[in-house]
């Protein structure tokens, strides 16, 4: 979901599996050493039938592992019907993680205040630029918003290759920055009434 967010999903029968040899056992301690919080999504099985599954979630061993999981510093526990709602429940952790990102990325005090505070606002706000990319846009074309509109979107690309700019994006950021503008609606806008 994110690099601090893992996610693991599991089927009801495997949770009911007993002891530290469980597979999923060990998928679990390998994402506690990657990230600093994991999400467990307990499915059911789809091949099953529905009085098995009942049988699997009134055992005393499928308590037992959801209990110790629960209780687990940094892991959270969902329960989900079919792959329909983990798909969902998948999209909305990631979404939450990635509104959370936005709030911890750092912002260079240069860009806090003023006319370059005023540049990454209007960079952020372009359609196919993350919060992040503003940042490292700004960064790298020295402040300067006319070498950024200036530059063919080969160069662009080039440019931003370490920070993750896709060449399609630099393609539709060099088309958003570059596109022809109207004056005369501004004067229409201006002159209007009211």
Not at 5 to 32: F, N, Y
Not at 67 to 96: G, M, P, W
Not at 162 to 171: E, G, I, V, W
């Amino acid at each position: 979901a994110s690099p601090r967010c893992g996610m693991l999903r599991i089927s009801k029968s495997d949770a009911t599996k007993a002891g530290d040899a469980a597979p999923w056992r060990e998928r679990l301690a390998r994402a506690q050493k990657s990230f600093e919080i994991v999400v467990v999504l307990i499915q059911n099985d789809h091949k099953r039938s529905e009085q098995h599954i009942r049988k699997l979630g009134e055992s005393a061993s499928y308590e037992k592992n959801v209990t110790s999981l629960a209780k687990t510093r940094d892991v959270r526990v969902y329960y989900c019907e079919d792959a329909k709602q983990t798909a969902k429940l998948i999209y909305a952790v990631a979404a939450a993680e990635q509104k959370r990102l936005r709030k911890r990325i750092i912002i260079p005090p240069e860009l806090s205040s003023g006319v370059l505070a005023k540049h990454l606002g209007f960079l952020a706000s372009i359609p196919c630029v993350h919060f992040l990319h503003a940042v490292n846009l700004l960064v790298e074309f020295r402040f300067c918003l006319r070498d950024l509109v200036n530059s063919p979107h080969d160069r662009l690309a080039l440019r931003m290759e370490p920070y993750q700019l896709s060449k399609t994006r630099a393609q539709k950021l060099h088309h958003y920055l570059r596109r022809k503008f109207d004056s005369a609606m501004v004067v229409r806008y201006i002159n209007r009434p009211g």
